[in-house]
């Protein structure tokens, strides 16, 4: 038996954003849909529309017209989500940008992604982004037009100056949005998703945990994530249930006190949110009785988490997700009637109208089940492309439209899949994807390093951090932690590595090529990491 599975047949939704999003108005007008507890808002779905409608008229006002790009670069707010769907509906692209992204990396994004409004706080108590933007535009390369600041006059302003635009005509496989991604090569690359790879991920995998307009989904993940703007938001949009924000940024007490307070009755997050939520001296104080469902998922979930949250925090029906920013992001989603054992010891299986395989990479064959290869998925799933890249796609999404994700995993007979790890060295730190090269190329700019080489250490909190090994020019002299200094502000804090060291050689093959396996082994034995190598994990 080989291992190869196909989800379930079901009915595709054959609509645009905008499209889902008026039927959910329609339905159900009065109903709460949003809930900003830091900004005191509270919405139902009319007044929502309503605020859609003027956004989306404050980007005509701007002059941008459909298939522009606009980035949106800020943590979690109302802004977000309105600008999340003024932007489907006026037909114009949004590019996610990460608020934790510096000059570094947001000039590369404002350059790539040719957006021509970008829409952004002044500032919070991390971070000065219009300091950051400014940084970001000084050699004027960019094709930024607008910047349009929250916490300003200039958001009243975008309101106020609105004007009224004809509707476009958009197809469901129209690009709908952008994410960044550092995919399986050096640089970030952009990620072109469709109307129809949201709103059928969105619509599956509410689906799967059964939610309808009757729950409140409470979500303390990053909107500019897909976990946050799929899975989360446009799951709500399609299904009428309230979206909960406990917060601009994660907080575990706020996430908590958001619970109790509107009984929330789906929980997601990233395995290191559930252990600060677990671990917050307060947590028993806190009635999480509402709780039902949720997801898990972003970086490797450990078993002994999952357990924890099904059984302190009555999450009885929590799930593990699978997937890739190039995925929508969902590929496999575990049930929440899954008996224990399937919840907590794999990923689940494939959601409806998917095809997943695992392949031996070498040769590229269908390896038999309970064998470990690459998984490959096929289906309305796959992204359209990387943007303006045709190499990188190609090299993603083979001819037979097969998406290769680079990780490796097993196949269950009962169809359900288990990862083990990644064929390329990409480090997941608390759900951030995090690629060495990018990091290395930064680093390769200190003027005291010769050579640089960054992977990942297991840690017990966020499941990989990220090390650094570093050479010297002859005679330069520099500190570890000045090395780490360095990054401090210029790339965002997740990729700062926590450990460098310092070396006059890396270890070798015979040909020249770099063996990170041996650093990592040896930071493990080095720092005594090896309790936290061998958390098992889902």
Same mark, same amino acid.
């Not at 470990?372 to 289906?379: A, D, M, S």
């Not at 799933?381 to 680079?406: C, R």
């Given at each position: 038996?080989?291992?190869?599975?196909?989800?379930?047949?079901?009915?595709?939704?054959?609509?645009?954003?905008?499209?889902?999003?008026?039927?959910? =108005?329609?339905?159900?007008?009065?109903?709460?849909?949003?809930?900003?507890?830091?900004?005191?808002? !509270?919405?139902?779905?009319?007044e929502l529309d309503d605020q859609v409608e003027r956004a989306a008229r404050g980007l005509a006002g701007l002059g941008l017209k459909p298939a522009?790009?606009?980035?949106? %670069?800020?943590?979690?707010?109302?802004?977000?989500?309105?600008?999340?769907?003024?932007?489907?509906?006026?037909?114009? =692209?949004?590019?996610?940008?990460?608020?934790?992204?510096?000059?570094?990396?947001?000039?590369?994004?404002?350059?790539?992604?040719?957006?021509?409004?970008?829409?952004?706080?002044?500032?919070?108590?991390?971070?000065?982004?219009?300091?950051?933007?400014?940084?970001?535009?000084?050699?004027?390369?960019?094709?930024?037009?607008?910047?349009?600041?929250?916490?300003?006059?200039? %958001?009243? *302003?975008?309101?106020?100056?609105?004007?009224?635009?004809? $509707?476009?005509?958009?197809?469901?496989?129209?690009?709908?949005?952008?994410?960044?991604?550092?995919?399986?090569?050096?640089?970030? $690359?952009?990620?072109?998703?469709?109307?129809?790879?949201?709103?059928?991920?969105? %619509?599956?995998?509410? *689906?799967?945990?059964?939610?309808?307009?009757?729950?409140?989904?409470?979500?303390?993940?990053?909107?500019?994530?897909?976990?946050?703007?799929?899975?989360?938001?446009?799951?709500?949009?399609?299904?009428?249930?309230?979206?909960? *924000?406990?917060?601009?940024?994660?907080? #575990?007490?706020?996430?908590?006190?958001?619970?109790?307070?509107?009984?929330?009755?789906?929980?997601?997050?990233? #395995?290191?949110?559930?252990?600060?939520?677990?671990?917050?001296?307060?947590?028993?104080?806190?009635?999480?009785?509402?709780?039902?469902?949720?997801?898990?998922?972003?970086?490797?979930?450990?078993?002994?988490?999952?357990?924890r949250v099904a059984a302190d925090m009555h999450l009885t029906g929590m799930t593990i997700a699978y997937g890739q920013t190039e995925s929508s992001p969902v590929i496999t989603l575990s049930r929440p009637d899954?008996?224990?054992?399937?919840?907590?010891?794999?990923?689940?299986?494939?959601?409806?109208?998917?095809?997943?395989?695992?392949?031996?990479?070498?040769?590229?064959?269908?390896?038999?089940? &309970? +064998?470990? &290869? +690459?998984?490959?998925? !096929?289906?309305?799933? =796959?992204? $359209?492309?990387?943007?303006?890249?045709?190499?990188?796609? @190609?090299?993603?999404?083979?001819?037979?439209? %097969?998406?290769?994700?680079?990780?490796? @995993?097993?196949?269950?007979?009962?169809?359900?899949?288990?990862?083990?790890?990644?064929?390329?060295?990409?480090?997941?730190?608390?759900?951030?994807?995090?690629?060495?090269?990018?990091?290395?190329?930064?680093?390769?700019?200190?003027?005291?390093?010769?050579?640089?080489?960054?992977?990942?250490?297991?840690? +017990?909190?966020? &499941?990989?951090?990220?090390?650094?090994?570093?050479?010297?020019?002859?005679?330069?002299?520099?500190?570890?932690?000045?090395?780490?200094?360095?990054?401090?502000?210029?790339?965002?804090?997740?990729?700062?590595?926590?450990?460098?060291?310092? =070396?006059?050689?890396?270890?070798?093959?015979?040909?020249?090529?770099?063996?990170?396996?041996?650093?990592?082994?040896? +930071?493990?034995?080095?720092?005594?990491?090896?309790?936290?190598?061998?958390? *098992?994990?889902?």
């Amino acid at each position: 038996m080989l291992s190869y599975a196909k989800g379930p047949e079901a009915a595709l939704l054959e609509v645009t954003i905008d499209e889902g999003l008026r039927r959910t =108005v329609a339905a159900h007008p009065r109903r709460e849909a949003l809930v900003a507890r830091h900004q005191g808002v !509270r919405l139902t779905w009319a007044e929502l529309d309503d605020q859609v409608e003027r956004a989306a008229r404050g980007l005509a006002g701007l002059g941008l017209k459909p298939a522009d790009r606009v980035g949106v %670069w800020s943590t979690n707010n109302v802004e977000w989500i309105l600008l999340q769907l003024a932007t489907a509906r006026a037909g114009i =692209v949004l590019v996610n940008v990460n608020p934790a992204y510096r000059s570094y990396e947001l000039r590369y994004v404002l350059e790539y992604s040719g957006m021509k409004t970008i829409f952004l706080r002044e500032a919070d108590a991390r971070s000065n982004y219009r300091q950051i933007l400014a940084d970001a535009r000084k050699d004027g390369s960019a094709a930024l037009g607008h910047a349009v600041y929250f916490d300003h006059p200039s %958001w009243r *302003q975008f309101l106020e100056e609105g004007v009224p635009y004809a $509707k476009p005509a958009l197809e469901p496989e129209d690009v709908a949005n952008i994410q960044y991604t550092s995919g399986t090569t050096g640089s970030p $690359k952009g990620v072109l998703l469709t109307h129809r790879n949201l709103v059928n991920n969105a %619509w599956l995998i509410a *689906q799967r945990l059964r939610i309808t307009e009757q729950d409140k989904l409470c979500m303390p993940v990053p909107l500019y994530h897909c976990f946050g703007c799929v899975m989360s938001s446009m799951l709500c949009f399609l299904t009428g249930a309230a979206l909960i *924000q406990p917060a601009a940024s994660f907080d #575990p007490r706020a996430t908590l006190e958001a619970v109790e307070a509107d009984r929330a009755t789906a929980l997601y997050g990233v #395995p290191t949110m559930f252990i600060a939520e677990l671990q917050h001296p307060d947590f028993a104080r806190f009635d999480l009785t509402s709780l039902r469902t949720g997801i898990m998922a972003g970086s490797p979930c450990p078993i002994e988490v999952m357990r924890r949250v099904a059984a302190d925090m009555h999450l009885t029906g929590m799930t593990i997700a699978y997937g890739q920013t190039e995925s929508s992001p969902v590929i496999t989603l575990s049930r929440p009637d899954d008996d224990l054992e399937h919840r907590v010891g794999t990923v689940g299986s494939a959601l409806p109208c998917t095809e997943v395989k695992i392949i031996d990479p070498a040769g590229g064959g269908t390896v038999a089940v &309970g +064998e470990i &290869g +690459e998984l490959c998925t !096929r289906g309305y799933l =796959v992204m $359209k492309g990387y943007d303006g890249n045709p190499e990188a796609t @190609a090299q993603a999404i083979d001819s037979g439209g %097969w998406l290769h994700t680079g990780d490796l @995993a097993v196949m269950h007979a009962d169809g359900y899949f288990g990862i083990r790890g990644r064929s390329k060295d990409m480090i997941i730190r608390g759900g951030e994807n995090i690629y060495p090269r990018e990091i290395e190329e930064f680093l390769y700019t200190h003027p005291a390093i010769s050579d640089v080489a960054v992977f990942g250490l297991p840690d +017990e909190r966020f &499941g990989e951090i990220v090390c650094a090994w570093a050479r010297l020019k002859p005679e330069a002299k520099v500190t570890e932690e000045e090395i780490r200094e360095y990054c401090r502000g210029n790339i965002a804090r997740y990729k700062v590595p926590a450990y460098v060291r310092i =070396v006059d050689a890396f270890p070798m093959t015979v040909t020249g090529k770099l063996q990170k396996f041996r650093m990592r082994d040896a +930071e493990i034995e080095l720092r005594g990491l090896a309790t936290a190598s061998r958390i *098992q994990t889902a």
